[in-house]
């Protein structure tokens, strides 16, 4: 087997993966797993830079990760760079930084190749009893991924509709005002409209839902005191449940979503967006429910240092 690292930066969190991997029979053992919400991408949708703050929070992380990955003898390491950092006027900074502390370049991936890391991340473990085609959905802090294939990415689209981004633009107020939720549910359904005219969302077998608005979407449906990933992974969740669990979140103030024990602190003013992106997306797809995931684009950049890099 391998040793590989992998580093996802994205609007909201910082993650790491040292996982091996053997590309034969498709073996992946983790090593260690790591996520911290560093909230990078704050304020990037208003003024267009990596806030100073944000930088330092997130370079904060990475300097952890690194000690990390020097001390498990990875190969190899890759790390990719989403939303915040495409939109961000001071991108170089961000580069600067990571170089100073990884020894390489992060990669400011385009929608299209985040779309297809994500969906080689979800869909290299599901066995043979989960049907596709796929449509597997990847819910960010500043974008959403939409990507459809069945072995491989069959299309794919990229929007900038994302549960941080969707929050900052729409709900000024603790809970949003029923024209703020009409607000962002416009918002939403233009982006889906743009993702309609290149992916198939209506004709897949299965949704598969990724990253942490979704799975703490999941978490609260099964009921969950405490964020259980092997409890989350592969677990199937109503679209019926999913819209129950909205409604509730966008009539919660912020203290009431802080008490619910499984959402993370550095998710509590972003999680009723999220929820209500993946309500939309199952409505528009015409999905009785979803598949959650705990692999995703974290997974993809780990493997497609073996595979076919993108």
Same mark, same amino acid.
């Given at each position: 087997?391998?040793?590989?690292?992998?580093?996802?930066?994205?609007?909201?969190?910082?993650?790491?993966?040292?996982? &091996?991997?053997?590309?034969?029979?498709?073996?992946?053992?983790?090593?260690?797993?790591?996520?911290?919400?560093?909230?990078?991408?704050?304020?990037?949708?208003?003024?267009?830079?990596?806030?100073?703050?944000?930088?330092?929070?997130?370079?904060?992380?990475?300097?952890?990760?690194?000690?990390?990955?020097?001390?498990?003898?990875?190969?190899?390491?890759?790390?990719?760079?989403?939303?915040?950092?495409?939109?961000?006027?001071?991108?170089?900074?961000?580069?600067?930084?990571?170089?100073?502390?990884?020894?390489? &370049?992060?990669?400011?991936?385009?929608? +299209?190749?985040?779309?297809?890391?994500?969906?080689?991340?979800?869909?290299? &473990?599901?066995?043979?009893?989960?049907?596709? =085609?796929?449509?597997?959905?990847?819910?960010?802090?500043?974008?959403?991924?939409?990507?459809?294939?069945?072995?491989? =990415?069959?299309?794919?689209?990229?929007?900038?509709?994302?549960?941080?981004?969707?929050?900052?633009?729409?709900?000024?107020?603790?809970? =949003?005002?029923?024209?703020?939720?009409?607000?962002?549910?416009?918002?939403?359904?233009?982006?889906? +409209?743009?993702?309609?005219?290149?992916?198939?969302?209506?004709?897949?077998?299965?949704?598969?839902?990724?990253?942490?608005?979704?799975?703490?979407?999941?978490?609260?449906?099964?009921?969950?005191?405490?964020?259980?990933?092997?409890?989350?992974?592969?677990?199937?969740? =109503?679209?019926?449940?999913?819209?129950?669990?909205? &409604?509730?979140?966008?009539?919660?103030?912020?203290?009431?979503?802080?008490?619910?024990?499984?959402?993370?602190?550095?998710?509590?003013?972003?999680?009723?967006?999220?929820?209500?992106?993946?309500?939309?997306?199952?409505?528009?797809?015409?999905?009785?429910?979803?598949?959650?995931?705990?692999?995703?684009?974290?997974?993809?950049?780990?493997?497609?240092?073996?595979?076919?890099?993108?």
């Amino acid at each position: 087997m391998t040793r590989v690292a992998a580093v996802d930066c994205g609007t909201n969190s910082i993650r790491l993966l040292v996982t &091996d991997l053997d590309p034969a029979s498709g073996l992946q053992r983790d090593v260690d797993r790591r996520m911290r919400i560093v909230r990078l991408g704050q304020d990037v949708d208003r003024t267009g830079r990596l806030a100073a703050a944000a930088l330092d929070r997130t370079m904060a992380a990475l300097a952890e990760y690194v000690e990390v990955i020097k001390a498990s003898g990875a190969d190899t390491v890759r790390m990719v760079a989403t939303s915040a950092t495409r939109d961000a006027e001071n991108a170089d900074e961000f580069v600067a930084g990571v170089r100073s502390l990884l020894g390489v &370049d992060p990669e400011v991936v385009s929608g +299209d190749d985040e779309a297809w890391l994500s969906f080689t991340g979800a869909t290299r &473990d599901l066995g043979a009893t989960v049907p596709g =085609p796929y449509l597997v959905v990847d819910i960010g802090g500043g974008s959403t991924e939409f990507v459809t294939g069945r072995s491989t =990415p069959e299309a794919a689209r990229s929007v900038d509709i994302g549960a941080v981004r969707l929050t900052e633009r729409c709900f000024a107020a603790d809970p =949003p005002t029923a024209d703020q939720v009409a607000a962002a549910v416009a918002a939403i359904d233009g982006a889906l +409209d743009q993702v309609a005219s290149a992916v198939p969302l209506t004709e897949t077998a299965t949704v598969i839902g990724l990253a942490g608005s979704v799975t703490t979407v999941g978490a609260i449906h099964l009921g969950l005191t405490e964020y259980d990933a092997a409890s989350i992974h592969h677990a199937q969740v =109503p679209a019926a449940a999913v819209a129950e669990i909205s &409604d509730r979140l966008l009539a919660a103030t912020h203290a009431d979503r802080a008490a619910i024990p499984v959402i993370h602190p550095g998710r509590v003013d972003v999680i009723a967006a999220g929820a209500l992106i993946l309500r939309r997306v199952l409505e528009r797809a015409g999905a009785d429910g979803l598949l959650l995931s705990e692999h995703d684009i974290l997974d993809g950049i780990a493997w497609s240092q073996l595979l076919n890099p993108r």
